[in-house]
């Protein structure tokens, strides 16, 4: 899903989410804030980069889309991910690659200032992403949602036993995976832990998911993809201690006996500003050696 920003519409307020770990980080915010001041543009930083910077004040970053026309990360893919798990409609985001391989941040340091100024005159290219609904239910509390861009994984924990996993596709019964845990991601993560597991790379902008087991107790059990039209039911079964939920690999629980976690493909998405037009599999051979090393110096 592909389109451009909406020329129409004028950028008043521009989030700046920093990895305030880090200085280079800390510092090309503050070039951009200066940019973006001569344009008469205000900025909301994040609580925690704000607090780096000396200065009081900033918005949760769970809530910093909603209050503001176009919000720039400076980081890697996580500092990105802590923004779009929680998207506002029409709001895209801009991520600075500060990182050390990034998919989702495309947008090196050296051309920040040019990507921004296409983002605001309104002429940058963006790609709209898919994400996935997690319902999370337990006998004790109200049922909690979440959004997920990357993925959702079950998994045990380093000393547990191997997990059994029930895994329902549309109310059916369809499999169990008995192992170390099961990754449920989105074309987007497919490039994330789905891939260090050993999950299939899908084009980020299909309509699917994957099924990933890790570390599978049987090796017949393999990735499996589905249409992200089918709704998936997830339990433990047997002694599930010491099996954690974690979204996006920002936010975890334990899950118990009676938790039952509905994953299915959510109304929203989130838009991404990308630096060029450059294919997702140019992408791949310049992050990964796609292809091989004598194919891609050829090209």
Sequence with gaps: MKSGL??????RRVGLVTRYSSAAAIALSRKLE???????IAVIHDVESSRARGVSGGAPRAQIARLVDLVVTLGGDGTLLSVARHPAPGVAVLGIDI???GFLTTCRPDESAEVLERALAGTAHIERRRLLSVRVTERSRAPRRYRVVNDA?????????IATIRVDV??????????????????????????SAGG?????????????PVCPHTLTLRPLVLPDS??????????P?????????????????????????SSETISLVRASEASFFEVLARKLSFGGERENAAR
């Design 6 to 11: 909406r020329p129409g519409r004028r950028v």
């Design 34 to 40: 200066r940019q973006l001041g001569r344009r008469g």
């Design 99 to 101: 990182g050390t391989l």
């Design 153 to 161: 994984v079950l998994a045990r924990s380093a000393l547990a036993r």
């Design 170 to 195: 549309d109310g059916r019964m369809v499999l169990r995976y008995r192992g170390d845990g099961l990754i449920v991601s989105t074309p987007t993560g497919s490039t994330a832990y789905n891939l």
């Design 200 to 212: 299939p790379i899908l084009e980020p902008t299909l309509p699917a998911l994957v099924l990933t």
């Design 230 to 239: 089918v709704r998936l039911d997830l339990s433990v079964e047997n002694d």
């Design 241 to 265: 201690t010491d099996v954690f939920l974690t979204l996006d690999g920002q936010e975890g629980f334990p899950v118990g006996s009676m938790t039952r976690i509905a994953i299915a493909r």
